[in-house]
């Protein structure tokens, strides 16, 4: 049953109510008769007590067909309030902007991450967003526009945006995210909640006011998951709101300060447990300079929509040093 049906029996049973009480409470003039009334054909089944023909308000002759043209009434303003709204729901669409991408970039600062490192994760990703490679990408697109956002993440609930959304659609716009993203003050969080900051980026993208055919979560860490919600539920999230997971794992033979290195193949632990989606690739950063063009090159894949090439997605044999680390 429609909303507007379900009102109006409401109104209806309120009515029968009323009656009722109305029958227990009132003494009537003896000249009145049930004959001078107008009756419904049969009591509401809810109301066994009331049985037909049973006088069901005192007073003026046809008020209880007035009661129904009241509720009638109410109800076809309540429709009108219906209809209002869900002209509001549309127009509320329609303010959506479209951009060729939405794309959130989230970038692991856990302990595993030494605050060198994470210094230099975000000074790569504000020199990409500013590369004419990248602009050229964005320009290139059907609408040529983007939206993006740059998300740190690290504990399960750890995740801030130094860059809120922002459309880039020129260079202008560019620096000016980036600009963002290099202000932003700086903080840690402990562990490595891959799963969570996976779920949090889908958020984001279900609750911006964009609209993509393209939808993308770009994340970064040098560690498998030690915390937070877990993978398989945050891939079937990205996966139910259409989000592609692409990974960029960070391997090092250092280790951090205060973490421990953890023996696992990174990019191998990427490619299986981290990236969701139809073309989902990972990218791997595996030494300190490489950090700034892995990141220029994932981030004009992702605009242009294109795959990396077969020598960039061979996994290489693993050496030694390349171990994830965690707190």
Not at 164 to 186: H, M, Q, S
Request: proline content about 6%.
């Amino acid at each position: 049953m429609c909303p507007i049906s379900c009102v109006r029996v409401g109104i209806h049973e309120v009515a029968w109510t009323r009656c009722l009480q109305l029958q227990v409470d009132a003494k009537l003039p003896a000249h009145f008769t049930t004959s001078e009334l107008d009756w419904p054909a049969s009591a509401p089944a809810n109301f066994p007590g009331l049985q037909h023909r049973q006088l069901p308000l005192p007073g003026r002759p046809h008020s209880f067909a007035r009661m129904i043209h009241f509720g009638n009434c109410v109800s076809a303003a309540l429709a009108a309030v219906c209809v209002s709204g869900l002209a509001g729901n549309a127009a509320a669409q329609d303010d959506r902007v479209d951009v060729d991408v939405e794309l959130v970039l989230a970038v692991d600062i856990s302990y595993s991450v030494d605050e060198e490192e994470a210094h230099r994760q975000r000074e790569g990703y504000v020199a990409a967003l500013a590369h004419e490679d990248v602009i050229r990408s964005i320009q290139g697109g059907p609408l040529g526009r983007i939206a993006v956002t740059y998300v740190e993440w690290a504990d399960a609930g750890f995740q801030r945006a130094a860059a809120d959304w922002t459309v880039i659609a020129n260079e202008d716009d560019a620096l000016g995210f980036a600009a963002r993203v290099a202000a932003a003050p700086f903080e840690r969080g402990h562990y490595t909640a891959i799963g969570s900051a996976i779920a949090d980026g889908v958020r984001r993208i279900d609750e911006n006011d964009y609209t993509a055919p393209r939808l993308i979560i770009d994340i970064s860490g040098d560690g498998p998951q030690n915390q937070g919600l877990p993978l398989d539920r945050a891939h079937a999230l990205a996966d139910q709101s259409g989000i592609v997971v692409n990974g960029l794992p960070v391997i090092s033979a250092r280790e951090g300060r205060w973490v421990r290195p953890v023996e696992v193949n990174l990019e191998g632990y990427f490619r299986e447990n981290v990236i969701t989606g139809p073309g989902a690739f990972v990218l791997p950063a595996r030494a300190e300079d490489e950090f700034r063009v892995a990141i220029l090159r994932k981030l004009v894949l992702e605009i242009a929509g294109a795959m990396p090439s077969r020598s960039e997605l061979a996994l290489p044999v693993a050496v030694q040093g390349e171990l994830g680390r965690a707190p």
